[in-house]
């Protein structure tokens, strides 16, 4: 079991990682295209991550 959390720990930072510099990248990218395009991509993503972390809460919350 100890194995099964250490490899499901390691995935889990390797793809929040991942997500984090692709998401820097095009951030990076749009902001020669001018500043409010880099806010808008950066509020944009957090509004997706909250509501998807509110859409996963939802659904724990249901199956308890």
Not at 2 to 30: E, H, K, Q, W
């Amino acid at each position: 079991q100890l194995a099964y959390f250490l490899a499901f720990a390691a995935g889990t930072m390797i793809g929040m990682m991942l997500v984090s510099f692709s998401l820097a990248g095009i951030v990076r990218l749009a902001s020669g295209r001018g500043a409010r395009w880099a806010t808008v991509l950066h509020l944009g993503s957090a509004a997706v991550s909250v509501a998807v972390g509110c859409a996963l809460a939802q659904r724990v919350a249901s199956a308890l």
